[in-house]
């Protein structure tokens, strides 16, 4: 806090013999106090180097005249026009040329200003002034909070070390494996290899908290492992929106695998892969996986990015829960609507524009895991049940096709046989007709339970078309048994509800699980049967 101007004093009384003894010095301020003692003669009695007003170094005054201009006028660090004479403080912060004897790092304690002009005022010079005096006060104060603070800080730290042991030891003594809900304030589980659960550029917001051993789980009587296989669609994995959680999948695994053996994923995006391979690795239970490229109308840059995230899980993981990499899911349906107009045909001109299209990336995905030392891995591409031309069939080694009885239209009653037949007369002949011949799977059937919109609440065949979980039932209880008895691959969609699928799209599109969107069974009896 700097002092207000001193007022102009005569010091010309107190020159010569007429300077008064230090009892009678006259009265000055508390801050000229901090600066010189009363018991050293006034401030233009110091012999050491001082400023000009314009800050060129002078000499000594020890020996100048004591000539008015000097005498008249107060120094300028106390508030004059005279010259600055270097205090303690001022001397600190000046370069060598500016303080005779005084360094930077002038020590204000001790107060040693070399080369004053007395030197029988050295044993006065140790005394510290209020200013040093306040200043070492604060320093203590100052001292004190920090060891206050560091304290506190130390206690936080060792209570978080103490909490996180505990809870350490009471999940490791949690063996019952349960995947719990915890709202969004679940744990990012990091995946081997680098990867993430919220990778490619997605957000993360955790649903779910791993405690115990995943492979440690509560089986739950009402679920059947009656099924050849299930589709896997994740509620959270729409690129680039990349929510899943490594813990959902892990539950995913334990529900499914109380189902079936086999699944089948339909793209890469958002590490689905490394997820779901990784949730089959901490839970160890028997399950593989269709993995899958997603190919996407016009962008090969979709491609190119699950492509690599397929090759990154595979390096992760290896092969062994890999059944067969699925390139494109009914990107040839998609390709003929978009450039084919209505009455276009897979077998004309842009059906077969789509096939070649596609047949290129199979080739490249044949040809990334044949360098990766695993040739023998079946590739094959997915789409609606009659969008397979030859073309496409001579290029995989599996094809899976969606079939919907919902869409024919049909009943639920009449689901069964008629997409048997379908089945067998669409794509079983004309793969049988072919050498080497594709070996050809359902991929997707089922029945939806719930439509959001009026138009769409019944198949169009009227009575026992509708879409409910009752008739959900009925399509079950045909189909499942009688398709594994006669050795009929199939994967029945679909696992859970999917309320993005409802959004997009409207309708019953989002409303096929056997599950609903919390994972909870509907009101369903599964079948019990043996299968493949």
């Keep these: 806090m700097s002092s207000p101007p001193l007022q102009h004093r005569d010091y010309g009384r107190y020159t010569g013999d007429n300077r008064p003894s230090s009892g009678e010095r006259p009265p000055s301020r508390e801050d000229l106090d901090n ?50 004479y270097l205090s303690p403080l001022a001397a600190a912060g000046a370069t060598e040329t500016e303080g005779a004897g005084m360094t930077r790092n ?23 002034s209020t200013w040093l005096r306040k200043e070492t006060t604060h320093k203590r104060k100052n001292h004190r909070l920090f060891v206050i603070v560091c304290s506190i800080l130390t206690v936080l730290i060792i209570l978080a070390i103490v909490v996180g042991v505990v809870v350490g030891q009471r999940n490791k003594k949690n063996d019952d494996g349960i995947v719990q809900s915890s709202g969004t304030h679940g744990t990012n589980v990091t995946l081997p290899n680098g990867g993430n659960n919220s990778s490619n550029g997605g957000n993360n917001n955790s649903t779910s908290t791993i405690t115990g051993d995943p492979s440690q789980f509560d089986k739950d009587p009402k679920l059947k492992q009656s099924f050849y296989g299930i589709a896997y669609t994740m509620m959270n994995s729409l690129y680039p929106e990349c929510h899943e959680t490594l813990a959902s999948v892990v539950q995913d695994m334990q529900i499914l695998s109380q189902l079936t053996t086999r699944i089948r994923l339909y793209g890469s995006d958002c590490n689905q892969t490394q997820l779901v391979l990784e949730a089959i690795k901490q839970t160890k239970v028997d399950m593989k996986v269709y993995v899958a490229i997603f190919v996407v109308v016009d962008d090969d840059s979709a491609y190119d990015r699950q492509k690599e995230a397929l090759r990154d ?28 107009g209505e009455g276009s045909g897979v077998t004309g001109a842009v059906g077969t524009r789509a096939s070649t299209l596609l047949r290129e990336k199979i080739t490249d995905t044949r040809q990334m895991l044949r360098q990766m030392g695993h040739p023998n891995v079946p590739v094959g591409s997915a789409d609606a049940g009659s969008y397979f031309n030859t073309d496409l069939m001579r290029a995989i080694d599996f094809g899976l096709s969606n079939i919907h009885a919902w869409f024919a239209p049909t009943t639920a009653a009449g689901a069964t046989q008629w997409t048997n037949d379908f089945f067998r007369d669409n794509n079983l002949a004309a793969a049988e007709a ?15 339970t719930h439509s959001s919109d009026t138009q769409h609440q019944n198949s169009g065949a009227g009575r026992g078309g509708e879409a409910s979980v009752a008739n959900l039932q009925t399509f079950l209880n045909d189909f499942v048994c009688t398709a594994n008895e006669a050795g009929t691959p199939y994967f029945m969609f679909e696992y859970t509800d999917v309320p993005w699928k409802d959004t997009n799209f409207g309708g019953v599109e989002g409303f096929w699980g056997m599950f609903d969107k919390d994972k909870k069974l509907k009101d369903l009896t599964l079948p019990d049967c043996q299968h493949q």
């Design 35 to 84: 600066y010189f003692d009363h018991q050293l003669p006034p401030p233009h009695h110091l012999s050491g180097s001082y400023l000009s007003p314009n800050h060129s170094p002078r000499p000594s005054l020890d020996g100048s005249p004591r000539n008015s201009s000097y005498s008249l006028n107060p120094p300028v660090a106390f508030g004059g026009s005279g010259p600055r």
């Design 106 to 128: 002038s020590n204000y304690s001790e107060m040693s200003m070399v080369g004053l002009h007395n030197s029988n005022l050295g044993a006065n010079l140790n005394r510290k």
């Design 313 to 340: 899980a595979i390096q992760t993981y290896g092969v062994d829960h890999i059944e067969g990499v699925t390139v494109g899911n009914e990107f040839m349906l998609n390709y003929v609507n978009k450039y084919g």
């Design 434 to 448: 072919l050498s080497p011949s594709p070996r050809m799977i359902i991929a997707e059937t089922g029945w939806p």
